[in-house]
Structures are given as C-alpha cells and as structure tokens.
C-alpha cells in the first residue's frame, strides 16, 4: 500500500503544497484515468472537496463526499474510489497527533465542556462547516495563487485558525472528542484500536509500528503485552478468519476475499490457508456448502 502522505510531500511537482514541519497542506488533484486505490497515513488528514465525487471506504463501511464535503480522515488505511466523471480536486490538510495533542492542552478551556461519550470509532468523521470555514478554505486557496511562498510562522497559524475554527462548531463533538483521545493516550488500548482499525489492509510490520509511532522494536514488545502472542501470528489469525468468513457467507470471487482479508495475492492467499485450513479456498467453500445445503 501506499503511504500517501511521504508520496505527496516526496514529490512537490505532482502537487501544489505547502509544508512547516510534520504540518502540511495540499491541492490534490486525482487523474483522470483514476479508478480505486487504497492507500495509508501514519498522520491524520482533514479533506474538503473543492470539484467532484469520491467513495471513501474501510472494511466496514463507505462515505459519499462531494463538492463542498469537509471530512476528517483518521490516521490508518482509507480506500478511495471514482464516483462520476467529473474531475475531482481536494483541499489536504495533513495534521500529526503531537500537533493535535499540543493544540488540546493549550487550549483547555475551549474544550473542556465536550461530552467524549459522543465519540466515533469510524475512520471517516463528517466534519460541520459554516460560513466562517468557507471563507477559510479561500483563503487557503489564495497562497496556492500566488507566486510567493507563505512563511512557516504563517503556515502554522493557518492550522491553528483550522482546529481553533472546527472545535468551535458545535456540531462537530465527534472530531472534539476524537482530539481529546489523542490528548489522553492510553498506550496499548491505542495500540490495539490501531491494530483492530487497520489489520486487514496490506501493511509490513514497520508499517504498522510506524502508525503507532513506535521503533520497530517498541511496537513488538508492546504488542506483545498487549495480545500475549507475536504481531504476525496475530495479524496471520485475523486475516486467516475474515477470509473463511467471507467463503462462507458471501459469493465475493476469490480475489476479492484476497484483498478484503489483506493477504498479499492470490499465491500467497492459497498457500496459507490450505495450511492452516487443510482445504484450498475454493475446496473449503464448495465442502462447507454442501455439509450446509
């Protein structure tokens, strides 16, 4: 899978963006040739549509966002997939949880009302806006039209204005709460939310370490404590019983189990189940099938 946030801030001729430290933002343009793709981000991202449609999607559930959308993507793995033909351009704003975490206790007051029974365990958090964030959003637009670069200082004061703007909807107590959370960590109950958000994509073990924003070293002895076996037998059983389920109760071809269940192909797919299961996919449904009929 891609790690979207290095591919764009790697590769400033693609995209029109700005950066200061960790904190960047972005005009993303889609290609017109683009269909579906799966991506992740160790760093959180708000999204607002500026031109067309996209399907946002996890293993558990899709949002429709359109022109004018503001949402909030959780850090993790986010599918994305064409909707309509009109050209789809976004506004990115990439924010890292220690930048969310300094904002939250700096800010205190301003949050201390929020009710964190109202939090989302979705991926995709609808963000509220009004007419205040509209004229944000332009004013953001207009760095992009000019040929000077903004100073840092500048920059960041752009973020603040963001968050400060957000946390004073109040119809956006789910992302308020969400903020809280990262200001509040409880490190391996995180580290388990991270892991059951995110093990059915296709990431390497650095990869997750990374999303959990620990050495490699850290991430396996804290997993370790955490779910009493190695990441790699655990992720290896997760994935193993997605797949048998997605067999049993649905027709989805097998390539498709493949890349819901977040095995690497088909090869690899076949291989592990057989050993695990004793029966090829295609084996384990049809017998399972007929001991049901």
């Not at 093990?199 to 490699?216: D, G, I, K, P, V």
Request: glycine residues 4%; charged residues 25%; proline residues 5%.
């Amino acid at each position: 899978m891609l790690n979207n946030y290095d591919f764009v801030k790697d590769n400033p001729s693609l995209f029109k963006q700005f950066s200061c430290k960790k904190l960047l933002f972005l005009i993303m343009d889609c290609p017109p040739d683009f269909a579906k793709s799966e991506d992740w981000s160790e760093h959180n991202c708000f999204l607002h549509v500026l031109s067309g449609k996209k399907h946002l999607y996890n293993r558990e559930r899709s949002w429709y966002i359109e022109k004018g959308s503001t949402v909030f993507l959780k850090k993790g793995g986010i599918g994305i997939e064409k909707f309509g033909n009109e050209p789809f351009c976004v506004l990115l704003f990439y924010v890292p949880d220690e930048y969310i975490c300094s904002f939250v206790r700096e800010n205190i007051p301003l949050i201390s009302g929020v009710n964190t029974s109202v939090g989302s365990k979705d991926q995709v958090l609808p963000v509220q806006t009004n007419a205040v964030m509209n004229a944000f959003y332009g004013s953001i637009l207009a760095y992009f039209s000019s040929s000077a670069q903004p100073p840092e200082n500048l920059l960041e004061l752009k973020f603040r204005e963001l968050l400060l703007n957000l946390i004073g909807i109040e119809n956006n107590p789910a992302l308020t709460s969400y903020f809280c959370e990262l200001a509040h960590p409880r490190p391996l109950h995180d580290l388990q939310n991270i892991m059951e958000d995110n093990c059915l994509y296709n990431l390497h073990l650095h990869e997750f370490a990374r999303l959990c924003h620990r050495s490699l070293s850290s991430f396996k002895r804290d997993f370790q404590n955490a779910y009493k076996k190695a990441p790699g037998q655990w992720l290896m059983e997760k994935r193993l019983d997605v797949s048998r389920r997605l067999l049993l109760n649905s027709d989805k071809p097998v390539r498709d189990v493949v890349i819901e269940s977040g095995f690497k192909n088909n090869t690899h797919f076949d291989r592990v189940f057989k050993k695990h299961f004793g029966l090829s996919p295609l084996q384990y449904r049809k017998q399972t099938s007929s001991v049901t009929a």
